[in-house]
Nanobody, 125 residues
């Protein structure tokens, strides 16, 4: 199935943008969805966006809707998370995960059995 690998995090000032990517070797063949999650120090991991391979349907958490977007390149087995208008409270480790889900449940952690090691996003004020 292959290990998921995130890249593209970094440090930006508030209002800036980043586009982390997730390399998912088993995507489309072994999974039906990829989700992006984040975890800030002292906080629980939360889902921010997810996407389904077969139809490109996306779900974005209300807390980041309008600023974050998710899209995929199935041929390259890559899933991107577009982060716009970043705020200091977006600072966190961002993880991608692959698995099987249904509808908006892809924003939850259940159903994901393959996780990456994360990429750090730091937003300064």
């Amino acid at each position: 199935q292959g290990q998921l690998v995130e890249s593209g995090g970094g440090s930006v000032q508030a209002g800036g943008s980043l586009r982390p990517s997730c390399a998912a070797p088993g995507y489309t063949a072994n999974y039906n969805s990829v989700g992006w999650f984040r975890q800030a120090p002292g906080k629980e991991r939360e889902g921010v966006a997810c996407i389904y391979a077969h139809n490109g349907r996306t779900y974005v958490a209300d807390s980041v809707k309008g600023r974050f977007a998710i899209f995929q390149d199935n041929a390259k087995k890559l899933v991107y998370l577009q982060l716009n208008s970043l705020k200091p409270e977006d600072t966190a480790m961002y993880y991608c995960a692959a698995g099987f889900s249904w509808g908006a449940q892809c924003l939850g952690q259940n159903g994901y059995d393959s996780w990456g090691q994360g990429t750090q996003v730091t937003v300064s004020s």
